[in-house]
């Protein structure tokens, strides 16, 4: 039977192992050009005054804006929703944001309005500095389905092409930075794992939004698919 010191001792060695699993990269990761950065959904109504702010959603750009100047290939996207979007609370009576409701490709929180078409919330932060982005992606502008990921629409089947991009262009591991981690971002990962590639999400470039403990459970589905939890400074900056 386990004396207290033997159960302490062991109670540290998870710590320290958890710790590990965010940030134990003995050397900087040099991205080189089958590393790919992807910018999620940095756009205005994420930001504050928007009608989605995530909190302290704005402290993401400078780190971002750092981290890409070492990467050739980056990839960016934008949520791009129909007026009276079925993710909206707005288009159901009854309704408020943060519900869920059943829907035929499955569960969906209902969500403020955000991020329609062709407006100032639904732009990119104006404080991005990325001008080697090569691509956006724009998600959710089929108004009965939203979609998370930057790689497949949440009914699991309708795909926004960037899978075949990134094959096409010989990237073999992606890192993701943006908003929101327990949401956009990591719908994202796990898509990029079921492609077949390396996921790297890092935590500093990200924030969550945290809505009835989804944030822990996005780590543990994270964890879980092998993506890589990791810190800005474990990438080599240019």
């Not at 309704?95 to 407006?119: E, N």
């Not at 470039?205 to 994270?222: F, N, P, Q, Y």
């Amino acid at each position: 039977m386990l004396d207290r010191r033997q159960i302490l001792a062991a109670i540290g060695t998870t710590a320290i192992a958890a710790l590990g699993a965010r940030s134990a990269w003995a050397a900087p990761i040099k991205p080189d050009e089958a590393s790919a950065l992807l910018v999620i959904d940095v756009q205005n109504c994420f930001l504050p005054g928007g009608s989605l702010a995530v909190k302290d959603g704005e402290q993401v750009v400078p780190i971002i804006n750092r981290i890409a100047k070492s990467f050739s290939n980056v990839v960016m996207t934008q949520d791009w929703h129909t007026p009276g979007h079925v993710s909206f609370a707005s288009a159901h009576d009854g309704k408020k944001p943060f519900d869920v409701i059943d829907l035929a490709y499955g569960k969906q929180v209902l969500w403020p309005d955000h991020c329609v078409q062709g407006t100032d919330g639904a732009a990119l932060s104006k404080d991005l500095s990325i001008p080697q982005a090569e691509l956006i992606i724009r998600k959710g502008y089929h108004k009965d389905t939203d979609s998370y990921s930057a790689f497949t629409e949440a009914d699991g089947k309708t795909t926004t092409g960037l899978a075949a991009y990134l094959k096409a262009r010989g990237v073999k591991r992606v890192f993701i930075a943006g908003l929101a981690t327990d949401f956009c971002v990591c719908w994202t990962a796990l898509d990029a794992r079921k492609a077949g590639l390396e996921a790297y999400v890092i935590e500093d470039a990200c924030r969550g939004i945290d809505t009835k403990g989804s944030l822990a459970k996005a780590w543990a589905d994270m964890a879980k698919a092998g993506v890589k939890r990791i810190q800005s400074s474990d990438i080599a900056v240019a």
